[in-house]
């Protein structure tokens, strides 16, 4: 090495860059100790190493070509990034800076390489470009702004959400975005935080390029120098407006009945606590409402038609009441009513009826015109209760009352409704009880020939022996067994018991006797009770002739077409038929010629009144005379008294029953006199009083 070139590189022998010397065949002529120590070598190890040996594989090529070109003179100085092999096989990246030198006839005799160890930039470098690309390619939408919130940067999900390009927003501000329906204050807050030097986080509606809205969640932060200084502001967003419509869906879905999109009972028990909660100085009130006979049109003319009129029921009531006051369906053909404000308790009434009128309005459903009533049940919210579960209880028992009073109407809940309620309850609970506890039995009143005075026919009487009350009498509780539905085991009872009994008078040898047996009108809901009556004769043996039911009126008007086909098929069997009652009911004769019918009864109300009354005694002797006509039999209920006896008598009255005679006795108590042959002439004299 000549001398200019060893005083070049005394002072790199102390430097910490690394440094060496390339002969002009290439080889490492000097190295100095830092570029030693930075591959893993002891300073002599290099010497004379060819320079492509110190390069990674893949790299020689272009610094080989760099190196030639510059000891041919063809370039001054060239600078390389290079990966370097160390001791270890171990890669080390360096910046090469080449620079030829010249001996003294100025030819380029060798160069001189500086070596620079950029591993630590490089992989700053890295971290930076795989972070920029997570950004970039980041779910999120990402503006970076500087300290006056002028875009920096904005990511491509941005662009997705808001249609905006980097190009067209850098150096504005994001409120290109802003809509109208963010307030003033959620933006004075979010530049509150980041002047205070903390994130915000919340929720904003913006608007895209193309005009249309969403939500975003935003996250924003301030970024500072080491200073303190606000530098740049970062905000991270997600478009959840999906998220936010699937929320309006569930609450919908939660809230909302979606039949008739009214309120539902949730819904409704929110906001009846939400009104308790509230002092009001005017009356506030809450109406449950219950169609009359909806399930029977549903059953009818099926679901699809149901569905309509519930829903046209629905925009009536939401027709009809105005806000602040609410209207919910609480299921099947529930809806309540929560009106509010009212100044007056006839404002209010005039309300309930003005809903009740409107929903006689007749409808159209399909072809058809419809016609339903609504039975409504009102009770005061704070004045007869503050507690939601009450008030609703409440609504219910008036809702009853008004179903009770003929439906079509409202009632206002009182406390002894409550009273009455429990009642019921109780009632209903002990008769169930009754049946399995055997707490039931029949007793027996005989009807009796007008003219011979002996027995022809019993009629049986259910009694229930209660635990506590004592005997308790049918009109008590047979209305409570039809409305709930026990009358049919009850009744099959009856049947079964007074058949037996009168096939038992049969057995004993005594001359048989007809068994008079009362039947609901909810018995008549199904055909079975043919069936059940048939198989109950075959039991006990009894012939069906010695069987005689009686019917109120109000059978026949309730559901004629299928009354007439049973008690057709009961009279086919066999079976006598006797109109109980009668009089006092619907009393069209017309449908007696009709009525597949072999008895009337005359009703007690008529035969009490005898002689007093000569309007009841015209009756009675109508009814007779026309019964005559028609071919039926005649009996006369609750004689009492030998002057009401006599007057029958005298209008051909074939038979009576009452006091008079017997009042209903057990079967024992029966089958004393009636074994001994008795007889009641004994109560025929005197035909009339002596005047
Ligand atoms: P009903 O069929 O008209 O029975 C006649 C009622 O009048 C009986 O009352 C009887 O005890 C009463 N009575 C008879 N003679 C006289 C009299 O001279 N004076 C007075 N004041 N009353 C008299 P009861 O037994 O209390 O039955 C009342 C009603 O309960 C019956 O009226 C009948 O409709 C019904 N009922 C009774 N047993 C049954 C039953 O097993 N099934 C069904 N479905 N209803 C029954
Ligand atoms: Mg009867
Ligand atoms: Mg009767």
């Given at each position: 090495m000549n001398k200019e070139i060893a005083a070049v590189f005394r002072p790199l022998l102390h430097t910490s860059v690394g440094a060496a010397i390339i002969s002009n065949d290439y080889l490492l002529a000097q190295v100095n100790p830092a570029l030693a120590e930075l591959l893993g070598y002891r300073a002599e190890q290099l010497q004379r190493m060819p320079l492509r040996e110190l390069t990674a594989k893949g790299q020689r090529a272009c610094h080989a070509a760099d190196l030639e070109r510059l000891m041919a003179g063809e370039i001054d100085t060239f600078d390389l990034r290079v990966d370097l092999v160390g001791a270890e096989q171990q890669l080390v990246h360096t910046h090469l800076s080449v620079t030829p030198l010249f001996d003294e006839q100025q030819r380029i005799c060798a160069a001189l390489m500086l070596v620079v160890d950029v591993t630590t930039e490089i992989r700053h470098g890295l971290e930076l470009k795989k972070l920029f690309q997570a950004v970039e390619s980041s779910g999120s939408a990402v503006v970076i702004t500087d300290a006056r919130g002028r875009i920096e940067y904005a990511n491509s999900r941005f662009t997705d959400i808001t249609g905006y390009h980097l190009d067209e927003v850098r150096g504005q501000t994001p409120a290109i975005l802003r809509s109208e329906n963010t307030s003033d204050s959620t933006y004075r807050e979010l530049w509150g935080n980041l002047k205070a030097g903390q994130k915000w986080r919340g929720t904003l509606y913006n608007r895209r390029k193309n005009g249309t809205h969403y939500w975003a969640l935003q996250s924003i932060s301030p970024i500072h120098d080491e200073r303190g200084t606000l530098v740049n502001i970062v905000s991270v967003s997600e478009d959840i407006t999906a998220m936010k419509d699937h929320e309006r869906q569930m609450e919908q879905l939660a809230y909302f009945d979606p039949?008739?999109?009214?309120?539902?009972?949730?819904?409704?028990?929110?906001?009846?606590?939400?009104?308790?909660?509230?002092?009001?100085?005017?009356?506030?009130?809450?109406?449950?409402?219950?169609?009359?006979?909806?399930?029977?049109?549903?059953?009818?003319?099926?679901?699809?038609?149901?569905?309509?009129?519930?829903?046209?029921?629905?925009?009536?009531?939401?027709?009809?009441?105005?806000?602040?006051?609410?209207?919910?369906?609480?299921?099947?053909?529930?809806?309540?009513?929560?009106?509010?404000?009212?100044?007056?308790?006839?404002?209010?009434?005039?309300?309930?009826?003005?809903?009740?009128?409107?929903?006689?309005?007749?409808?159209?459903?399909?072809?058809?015109?419809?016609?339903?009533?609504?039975?409504?049940?009102?009770?005061?919210?704070?004045?007869?209760?503050?507690?939601?579960?009450?008030?609703?209880?409440?609504?219910?028992?008036?809702?009853?009352?008004?179903?009770?009073?003929?439906?079509?109407?409202?009632?206002?809940?009182?406390?002894?409704?409550?009273?009455?309620?429990?009642?019921?309850?109780?009632?209903?609970?002990?008769?169930?009880?009754?049946?399995?506890?055997?707490?039931?039995?029949?007793?027996?009143?005989?009807?009796?020939?007008?003219?011979?005075?002996?027995?022809?026919?019993?009629?049986?009487?259910?009694?229930?022996r209660h635990p506590t009350e004592g005997v308790v009498a049918p009109n008590d509780f047979i209305p409570k067994a039809e409305q709930t539905g026990l009358i049919k085991p009850i009744g099959r009872w009856v049947l079964e018991q007074a058949c037996h009994s009168a096939r038992q008078i049969q057995q004993l040898g005594l001359p048989p006797l007809k068994m008079s047996v009362n039947l609901s009108a909810r018995q008549f809901d199904d055909e079975q009770l043919v069936d059940q009556i048939s198989e109950i004769l075959d039991q006990t043996g009894?012939?069906?002739?010695?069987?005689?039911?009686?019917?109120?009126?109000?059978?026949?008007?309730?559901?004629?077409?299928?009354?007439?086909?049973?008690?057709?098929?009961?009279?086919?069997?066999?079976?006598?038929?006797?109109?109980?009652?009668?009089?006092?009911?619907?009393?069209?004769?017309?449908?007696?010629?009709?009525?597949?019918?072999?008895?009337?009864?005359?009703?007690?109300?008529?035969?009490?009144?005898?002689?007093?009354?000569?309007?009841?005694?015209?009756?009675?002797?109508?009814?007779?005379?026309?019964?005559?006509?028609?071919?039926?039999?005649?009996?006369?209920?609750?004689?009492?008294?030998?002057?009401?006896?006599?007057?029958?008598?005298?209008?051909?009255?074939?038979?009576?029953?009452?006091?008079?005679?017997?009042?209903?006795?057990?079967?024992?108590?029966?089958?004393?006199?009636?074994?001994?042959?008795?007889?009641?002439?004994?109560?025929?004299?005197?035909?009339?009083?002596s005047q």
């Open positions: 039949l008739t999109q009214l309120g539902n009972r949730r819904n409704f028990r929110e906001k009846l606590s939400e009104v308790l909660h509230q002092p009001c100085e005017n009356y506030q009130a809450l109406l449950l409402l219950d169609l009359d006979e909806f399930k029977q049109i549903n059953d009818t003319l099926g679901h699809d038609a149901g569905d309509t009129l519930l829903t046209t029921i629905a925009n009536r009531l939401r027709f009809c009441i105005e806000a602040p006051s609410t209207v919910y369906r609480l299921g099947g053909d529930e809806f309540t009513v929560i009106l509010r404000d009212l100044p007056t308790l006839e404002g209010l009434k005039h309300k309930a009826q003005q809903v009740i009128d409107l929903l006689a309005q007749p409808m159209r459903i399909g072809t058809r015109e419809l016609r339903i009533t609504v039975s409504i049940g009102i009770t005061l919210i704070h004045l007869d209760s503050t507690d939601s579960s009450a008030l609703l209880r409440n609504a219910d028992l008036a809702m009853y009352a008004a179903k009770e009073r003929g439906r079509n109407n409202f009632q206002f809940f009182s406390p002894d409704m409550n009273v009455e309620a429990r009642r019921s309850m109780t009632l209903e609970h002990d008769l169930r009880n009754a049946i399995e506890q055997h707490q039931l039995y029949l007793v027996y009143q005989p009807q009796v020939s007008l003219q011979s005075g002996r027995v022809q026919a019993l009629e049986a009487l259910i009694r229930w009894l012939e069906p002739r010695y069987l005689e039911l009686e019917i109120t009126e109000g059978v026949l008007m309730d559901n004629l077409q299928q009354a007439a086909r049973i008690l057709q098929r009961l009279r086919a069997m066999g079976i006598r038929i006797a109109i109980d009652d009668f009089g006092t009911g619907y009393s069209s004769l017309n449908y007696l010629k009709k009525m597949p019918v072999d008895v009337l009864k005359i009703d007690r109300s008529f035969v009490m009144e005898i002689p007093a009354e000569k309007d009841d005694m015209a009756i009675t002797t109508t009814i007779i005379t026309m019964a005559g006509q028609l071919g039926l039999s005649v009996v006369a209920e609750g004689i009492e008294t030998r002057e009401q006896l006599a007057f029958l008598q005298q209008q051909q009255c074939a038979t009576g029953q009452g006091f008079l005679f017997s009042p209903p006795v057990s079967l024992e108590q029966f089958l004393t006199g009636y074994r001994a042959g008795q007889d009641y002439r004994d109560r025929f004299t005197p035909v009339f009083p």
